[in-house]
């Protein structure tokens, strides 16, 4: 499952950034990215959970250490292209008004 929020997120966020190239920002997207990279993160130390639960050591020892540095890039990622096409509208909104 995380792996489907994982993929989905970069989706919106590639799409965030397309339509605010185009000048055509949608708040939404931006959303969706967010939302979708924090349920990503929950999934995987849900799956986490369930493996100490069950005492499956062995595929907790494989994949947490590896993951969870995973995880932190792509959180730090996700925010910080989110935050470009907010970046991008602040600049835009500060010349629109420096130029009226």
Avoid at 2 to 11: E, N, Y
Avoid at 39 to 64: I, P, Q
Avoid at 85 to 100: D, F, H, K, Q, Y
């Amino acid at each position: 499952m995380w792996i489907v929020c994982g993929a989905a997120a970069v989706i919106c966020a590639l799409l965030n950034l397309m339509f605010t190239a185009r000048r055509k920002p949608i708040v939404w997207f931006g959303f969706a990215s967010l939302s979708l990279g924090a349920l990503t993160v929950c999934s995987f130390y849900s799956m986490d959970a369930r493996w100490v639960a069950n005492k499956e050591w062995s595929s907790l020892a494989d994949t947490a250490p590896t993951i969870s540095v995973a995880c932190w890039i792509f959180v730090v990622a996700l925010i910080a292209v989110n935050s470009i096409p907010l970046w991008i509208g602040t600049r835009r909104s500060a010349s629109v008004a420096l130029s009226e």
